[in-house]
């Protein structure tokens, strides 16, 4: 598997605890911090109830390499609130070792609209 396609799993994944509020979870792994849990679920409950897209080819993962390579940053655009689609964004990065075989660190960066 290319690491961009790891990268977009574990992103898909982060996703699907979000959708289940596991927002616990998620900062026991790291990938969330509790500053950054208080402003999704601020940004979250102004949008309605977070929810998967309708079907899966409504979920566009995009993978990006920084020009420096110094990670990797996803987006998930658009989430879906109460089963409609929404103008935000969910951006997120991942760290890599030198080679690019394996994920270092995986966050939710921050959401925006």
Request: aromatic share 10%; proline share 1%; net charge negative.
């Amino acid at each position: 598997m290319q690491m961009k396609d790891k990268i977009s799993a574990l992103t898909k994944m982060t996703l699907d605890d979000l959708v289940h509020n596991r927002y616990e979870k998620l900062q026991q792994e790291k990938i969330l911090t509790e500053d950054t849990a208080i402003f999704l679920q601020e940004v979250f409950a102004l949008q309605g109830t977070l929810t998967w897209p309708l079907d899966e080819a409504s979920l566009a993962i995009d993978v990006y390499e920084m020009n420096d390579q110094s990670c990797f940053t996803t987006e998930i655009r658009y989430l879906w609130f109460d089963d409609e689609e929404s103008a935000v964004v969910l951006f997120c990065k991942a760290y890599t070792n030198a080679d690019q075989t394996e994920i270092t660190a995986f966050m939710i960066d921050t959401v925006d609209a």
